[in-house]
C-alpha cells in the first residue's frame, strides 16, 4: 500500500476556490500517474482528473470539471494538488487522491480498475 495523505477539504460557498494536496513519496510519484476521484453521497466514485508520472506531463479531466480544476505535480514537495475553482454545489463529494498502476494516465484514467492504491479521501462540500 503506497502512502498517499490527503488535506485541503472543506466547505465553501458557490463559485469559490479550494486546493486539493495529495502528500505522497517520491517514488511513488516517478513511478505512477497520479489521479483525484470522487464520490458524493448515493452516487458511484468518479474519475476527476489524472496526471502522468514524473516523466510526463499530460494531463486529464473528466467534463465536467474542465475549465474549472486544474491538477499539478510539485516533485521536490513530493505532493500532487488539485486546484478547483468556480466551484458548484454539484461538486460535493468526498475527494480521493489514487496513485495508478501505470506511469502515464492511459485512455482508461477514471476508471476505479487503474488505481493501485488510496489516500483516505477529504471532504468538499459546495453550500451556501
Known amino acids: 500500500q503506497l502512502q498517499l495523505v490527503e488535506s485541503g477539504g472543506g466547505l465553501v460557498k458557490p463559485g469559490g476556490s479550494l486546493r486539493l494536496s495529495c502528500a505522497t513519496s517520491?517514488?511513488?510519484?516517478?513511478?505512477?500517474?497520479m489521479g483525484w476521484f470522487r464520490q458524493a453521497a448515493g452516487k458511484e466514485r468518479e474519475g476527476v482528473s489524472c496526471?502522468?508520472?514524473?516523466?510526463?506531463?499530460?494531463?486529464y479531466y473528466t467534463d465536467s470539471v474542465k475549465g474549472r480544476f486544474t491538477i499539478s505535480r510539485d516533485s521536490p514537495k513530493n505532493a500532487v494538488f488539485l486546484q478547483m475553482n468556480s466551484l458548484k454545489p454539484e461538486d460535493t463529494a468526498v475527494y480521493y487522491c489514487?496513485?495508478?498502476?501505470?506511469?502515464?494516465?492511459?485512455?482508461?484514467?477514471?476508471?476505479?480498475?487503474?488505481?493501485?492504491?488510496w489516500g483516505q479521501g477529504t471532504q468538499v462540500t459546495v453550500s451556501s
Open positions: 489514487a496513485a495508478l498502476s501505470r506511469w502515464n494516465c492511459g485512455s482508461n484514467w477514471y476508471s476505479q480498475s487503474e488505481v493501485r492504491s
Open positions: 517520491r517514488s511513488t510519484l516517478i513511478a505512477n500517474a
Open positions: 496526471i502522468s508520472s514524473s516523466g510526463g506531463s499530460s494531463t
